[in-house]
């Protein structure tokens, strides 16, 4: 799967929009995650509204990038679809990585913004997005077609230092 080796955080977007077409292989991709016991518990608020992108840049010091970025996704967490609570976060993050891989394979890059457990990023995102108490912000991804044209170049992340191996004897 060559595409886990070319993913990238991109955060220079051209001012182009990204196809509604290719936004719902994004967000078929996000849903195609595992979760505990199927709990499925995300919920995905698209927002392509340039206004509300550079709201979102204005309130969170990691999210400067969002100002350009012509699709944003936060992935929300359902808290009454909760029927593991203690894994949301491991079902989040694969269907945020799951959708940031699929971007990669449609040439759109992505970089995830940090906002859970941060209160006071959660609370940003959820103040500027009006929503209700059942819906937890977990990240924030901004997405958009990479200005630089080396955006998905391969580097190689191997190190063997960091491999503990428990085999034979």
Same mark, same amino acid.
């Given at each position: $799967?060559?595409?886990?080796?070319?993913? !990238?955080?991109?955060?220079?977007?051209?001012?182009?929009?990204?196809?509604? &077409?290719?936004?719902?292989?994004?967000?078929?991709?996000? $849903?195609?995650?595992?979760?505990? !016991?199927?709990?499925?518990?995300?919920?995905?608020?698209?927002?392509?509204?340039?206004?509300? =992108? @550079?709201?979102?840049?204005?309130?969170?010091? =990691?999210?400067? @990038?969002?100002?350009?970025?012509?699709?944003?996704?936060?992935?929300?967490?359902?808290?009454?679809?909760?029927?593991?609570?203690?894994?949301?976060?491991?079902?989040?993050?694969?269907?945020?990585?799951?959708? $940031?891989?699929?971007?990669?394979?449609?040439?759109?890059?992505?970089?995830?913004?940090?906002?859970?457990?941060?209160? &006071?990023? $959660? &609370?940003?995102?959820?103040?500027? @997005?009006?929503?209700?108490? =059942?819906?937890?912000? @977990?990240?924030?991804?901004?997405?958009?077609?990479?200005? &630089?044209?080396?955006?998905?170049?391969?580097?190689? !992340?191997?190190?063997?230092?960091?491999?503990?191996?428990?085999?034979?004897?």
């Amino acid at each position: $799967m060559d595409i886990i080796n070319i993913r !990238r955080s991109v955060r220079k977007y051209q001012d182009k929009a990204i196809e509604k &077409e290719k936004i719902e292989l994004i967000l078929r991709a996000a $849903m195609q995650a595992p979760s505990a !016991r199927n709990q499925q518990a995300w919920r995905f608020l698209v927002c392509t509204q340039k206004n509300k =992108n @550079f709201e979102l840049s204005e309130a969170t010091p =990691n999210m400067k @990038f969002l100002k350009n970025a012509p699709l944003v996704i936060v992935f929300l967490t359902s808290l009454c679809d909760l029927t593991v609570p203690n894994m949301y976060c491991q079902d989040l993050s694969a269907s945020v990585e799951n959708a $940031m891989l699929e971007a990669a394979s449609l040439k759109i890059g992505s970089c995830w913004c940090g906002t859970y457990p941060n209160k &006071e990023r $959660m &609370e940003n995102v959820r103040n500027i @997005f009006s929503l209700d108490d =059942n819906l937890e912000p @977990f990240a924030v991804v901004g997405f958009g077609y990479p200005l &630089e044209d080396d955006a998905f170049k391969f580097i190689d !992340r191997y190190d063997e230092n960091k491999i503990i191996n428990v085999g034979e004897e």
